[in-house]
């Protein structure tokens, strides 16, 4: 087990609700990264959190937000979903600075219908 | 061009075969390079960094070629429990994030 631990595991939206996703990152990573994972292809980087600021963000659009709270957990937030946006997202938490292994959650596999 | 492309395979492999993936990556200042197993519907597990100098873990090795700039994995002896799709990861450099093939499947039969 990596110690990454991910809410809620599955989880149905209908287009155009509003989801949020959590992350608890392992002991002593204070860095967490979010993917999104399509059927049939690898994950896609969205963005990342280092000190409760945004780090880096992949091409997703501003619907996809997030957070990192003090204790280097973190959520996603997605905005007026669309059927696309169905898909198994993973937090990855990671020690910065000393680019190390990324250690993923079991994931959130949101559908939207 | 992708930037960390794979083949997506599958690979059918009779048990105790030897397999080999490659994988090739656009960016020639990536830093940091990684081999990911991922279950059906499980999250991907991370099964190797990977070195200039190569390294192996038991059956398992991956090399890194920066001039051609792509990284191998190469499972020897294969077992039935190597079924799993196989993903390369690459940290481009510039930030934490990586970049991931989209996967090779491997299945393993008797």
């Known amino acids: 087990e990596t110690g990454v631990t991910q809410s809620p595991t599955h989880l149905i939206k209908t287009r155009g609700q509003q989801v949020t996703l959590r992350c608890s990152s392992q002991s002593g990573h204070n860095t967490v990264s979010w993917y999104q994972q399509a059927l049939g292809q690898g994950p896609q980087f969205i963005f990342q959190y280092y000190r409760e600021e945004e780090n880096g963000r992949g091409n997703f659009p501003p619907r996809f937000s997030g957070l990192q709270f003090p204790n280097y957990s973190s959520e996603l937030n997605v905005n007026a979903l669309e059927l696309d946006d169905s898909a198994l997202y993973l937090c990855?938490?990671?020690?910065?600075?000393?680019?190390?292994?990324?250690?993923f959650g079991q994931g959130t596999r949101l559908t939207v219908v | 061009r992708k930037e960390v492309e794979q083949d997506p395979g599958p690979f059918n492999v009779p048990e105790g075969a030897t397999v080999a993936f490659n994988c090739t990556y656009s960016n020639s200042a990536s830093q940091s390079f990684f081999w990911y197993r991922q279950d059906c519907r499980k999250e991907p597990k991370l099964l190797m960094s990977?070195?200039?100098s190569g390294n192996e873990d038991g059956r398992f090795t991956a090399q890194l070629n920066r001039a051609s700039q792509y990284i191998s994995l190469l499972i020897r002896d294969s077992k039935l429990s190597d079924s799993a799709t196989y993903l390369c990861?690459?940290?481009?450099?510039?930030?934490?994030?990586?970049?991931f093939g989209t996967g090779t499947r491997l299945q393993v039969f008797p």
């Open positions: 990977v070195y200039s």
């Open positions: 990855a938490s990671s020690r910065p600075q000393e680019y190390t292994e990324a250690f």
């Open positions: 990861a690459v940290n481009p450099g510039n930030t934490d994030k990586l970049i």
